[in-house]
């Protein structure tokens, strides 16, 4: 079974001597895992950096079998960051509740394309806040909406949050999520909530509910805004 396309890098561990098995988020197929021979090489691994686009080859002899990539860099995200330790740490939340989260070789066409706009604009003034709608809009495509609409109205602009509940657990939210507007500016102790709130959320309805372990990147993340 061969294909070819671009994707995102979300996880790397070396296999053998000069190999790597990656896992992949393409646009067309999903997260899909392979063997990269030569990954240790100097070439091969200064690319194969968590969140950089690649383009990949793939050959497998069986669906039940993991495929072999053949890969090529078509940008190098994470080392325009090295020097920023949220936005390095970003890439790496990011990267890691995918690789936890997604299953093998289901396209998520509109999820591929939340990643890639969240990666076109980090290099702007609000990206923290594009990155929790980026969590929201991954609780959406993975099943689950927590409609916040629902919860817009009777908002008192004296506070910066708002308990909610749902599914009978109660939720502190701060206001700029319920006003859905993505585009202002928000301070570190409101992006802290916003963090808090996704994190639960994906906690109880995902991470928790299959035994995973929530991503350090995660929690780290969330740290630096508190």
Request: charged share 20%; glycine share 4%.
């Amino acid at each position: 079974m061969n294909w070819q396309d671009e994707g995102f890098l979300l996880s790397k561990i070396k296999f053998r001597e000069n190999a790597n098995i990656i896992n992949v988020f393409t646009g067309i197929h999903g997260k899909v895992s392979g063997i990269v021979y030569g990954g240790n090489s100097r070439k091969i691994r200064n690319f194969l950096q968590i969140s950089n686009k690649i383009f990949v080859f793939h050959t497998s002899k069986s669906e039940n079998r993991i495929g072999y990539f053949k890969t090529e860099l078509v940008e190098a995200i994470s080392p325009k960051y090295f020097n920023n330790k949220r936005k390095t740490t970003s890439l790496l939340s990011l990267s890691c509740i995918l690789n936890l989260l997604l299953p093998d070789s289901q396209p998520y066409k509109n999820l591929f394309i939340s990643v890639e706009s969240f990666l076109k604009n980090l290099d702007q003034e609000n990206w923290a806040v594009n990155y929790v709608y980026w969590e929201l809009n991954l609780l959406k495509e993975l099943g689950f909406d927590p409609y916040l609409e629902q919860f817009s109205k009777n908002i008192d602009e004296n506070n910066n949050h708002k308990i909610i509940e749902i599914d009978n657990i109660k939720y502190q939210v701060p206001i700029f999520l319920l006003k859905k507007k993505n585009d202002q500016i928000v301070n570190d102790k409101n992006l802290s909530t916003a963090l808090s709130f996704t994190r639960n959320l994906l906690s109880n309805k995902f991470f928790l509910p299959n035994n995973l372990i929530f991503p350090k990147a995660r929690i780290i993340l969330e740290n630096y805004f508190n």
